[in-house]
């Protein structure tokens, strides 16, 4: 077992990564205060292991919420089941909930701990790659609106991440793939000798080889934990987390959500963040070119749907997050490994990367 | 005016207390850090204060969201209104929410500012008596569920706190006597000299005399300030703060919100408190007396709703936020002046406090 830390001050908290650690209370039980733990969940991953860690539970008073899956249901509608079932079993403030599942769990849960009762305690156990290497690290929790991903949320740290890599096993290679969009992104924007490492060992890190896998998780939440550790509200580096991200969420938007995986999105993201810091002449088209290929190496798009238009992304950009007074800004690259946040481009730019993946 | 600072640190704030602050656009600036602001407020409140408050904010890019009046309305569906409008006018996250009007804008509106995109800013200008004494301070924000008021919500603080007190002089008789519960609650849990000032100037404090109104409502939030100071997040002391609440919030949910007004439940919760604190002999019959008489001496009712069962109490109280592993904690007086969070009470004096109010 590996074990990394979130030095957040007095919100610092631990990861753990090995095989089995689902099934290991004693992982568990420094990070639940009271007797009462309602563990949330999907119809896909309860089946596969909810039962599992209800055994290793055993004792605690126990409640289950089993959501549908799917970014369709990350909403407030889905969001009022968790709420319902804490009530109705009388869930009080020393309550724990603990996320099992994927992002979208692991964001509904952290939201709905961040608004129950005003704030209870919470755990991630993240089961899919993505998860494992991003979202259940760093706090951020919410939902989304009709209007844009992630729109409402807070910014809310779980106790402790405890990461299974045994449920590795159970996922489809789509949603490999679209975890190592993350993994690829952590080498993009910090690490050029993290990416080096993917490119060769890409084949080994999507057939799930156990150590290499368990190499990219500990190297990813390590990056992760560094940028989140310096600016946890986002007030500035760790939007560099964000690559790819602002174009990917607009293709989720578009295309509905659910339709592209999340990691897809951002797998054409990240080849239109190349692109674009190419055509602002900030990287040479060799290093974009071995940025998109690797993008293509691990099984994801690197182009947007072709039925979206620059207006559409125009239009779903405008909401981002990053937007401030009215200013889109964008991550891009500087080099290889090296991010920035910036709203410095000119719009002929922009609109000749939204342009060039609208044939 | 007056003005007195809430100490959090990177997180305190200021309190300003006078008759005509709404017009005045420099107590405002210092708070607002982008462009974008976005009014809240509800339909009574509306017609008497909007354009006042747009006056005074011109030249900022302004939202307006007129949400309908009430306690029955402080719920998700309602919230959904705030996003709506933020997300239609493309609101980013250096955006200013400011609440005007009373308890349920301010804590509506400060729910929707630590949601939006994860945390935006928000300003408080309560306009209601129980809104400038209490809730605008201290940063606690949500929602009802149909299952307990206030259960979804976010310990979130405002960035200045803006009284003007001549916002009083449409408040409703009713309003008024509701506000002063607040008020004495303050008194009685904390300060039994402003109690005594409290009793000697109630009827001119209902008839609104203005310097006596400005000096109750700055020691009232002199006392918040100072409560919420020392225990930010209600992991101990801060609980006093809800002297009263408990039966108060299962008055008003048992009755529906809105029928009993919030400060009228907490003025028969109070009563009840100090009944109970009685039966427990931690205060003397006259002391017991006493309380009650300056609680109805405001105009408040001093006994629970006729329509009101013991049982309905217990099982509306179950769900309380200061149950912790099962067992109900409530705020009780070891003397006029002193109140503590305690479990230390036996059932049947609980029963026969709830038994009193049920004929």
């Known amino acids: 077992m590996q074990q990394l830390t979130v030095e957040l001050g007095e919100r610092s908290y631990p990861i753990f990564i090995g095989s089995g650690l689902l099934e290991q209370r004693e992982l568990f039980a420094p990070y639940i205060a009271g007797k009462q ?28 919420v089993v959501l549908p899956t799917g970014e369709a249901y990350k909403n407030w509608t889905t969001l009022q089941q968790i709420f319902d079932t804490l009530l109705a079993s009388r869930h009080d403030r020393r309550t724990t909930l603990i996320a099992l599942g994927g992002g979208v769990i692991g964001d509904m849960t952290g939201f709905a701990a961040s608004c129950y009762q005003r704030g209870v305690d919470f755990i991630q156990v993240p089961t899919t790659l993505l998860s494992q290497v991003d979202s259940s690290v760093g706090g951020k929790t919410g939902i989304n609106h009709p209007a844009g ?42 690490d050029e000798t993290f990416l080096d490492w993917l490119e060769a060992n890409m084949q080994e890190l999507r057939g799930l080889d156990h150590d290499l896998v368990t190499q990219a998780i500990a190297r990813s939440c390590a990056i992760k934990a560094e940028v989140v550790a310096a600016d946890e509200r986002e007030g500035g580096v760790r939007a ?36 674009m810091s190419r055509r602002l002449g900030w990287i040479d088209a060799a290093a974009c070119d071995r940025g998109i290929r690797i993008i293509a190496l691990a099984g994801l798009p690197v182009r947007p749907p072709e039925t979206m238009t620059p207006q559409d992304f125009v239009r779903l950009m405008a909401v981002d997050k990053k937007v401030l007074d009215g200013q889109l800004r964008l991550v891009l690259l500087e080099a290889i490994g090296k991010a920035v946040v910036t709203a410095e481009f000119d719009t002929e730019t922009l609109q000749a990367t939204l342009a060039q993946g609208h044939p």
Not at 250 to 271: D, R
Request: charged share 15%.
């Open 240 to 275: 560099i987390l964000n690559l790819g991200h602002t174009f990917g969420h607009a293709i989720e938007a578009q295309q509905g959500y659910g339709q592209w995986l999340h990691g897809e999105a951002v797998g054409a993201g990240m080849a239109m963040a190349l692109d």
């Open 37 to 64: 733990v309602c563990i949330v969940t999907d119809d896909t991953v309860a089946p596969l292991y909810l039962d599992a860690l209800c055994r290793t539970l055993d004792g605690y008073q126990l409640s289950r």
């Open 149 to 190: 991903k992630n729109m409402l949320g807070a910014f809310y740290q779980p106790r402790a991440v405890i990461i299974d890599t045994a449920s590795l096993r159970s996922l489809p290679p789509r949603e490999v793939s679209a975890g190592l969009a993350e993994v690829i992104k952590y080498g993009l924007i910090r």
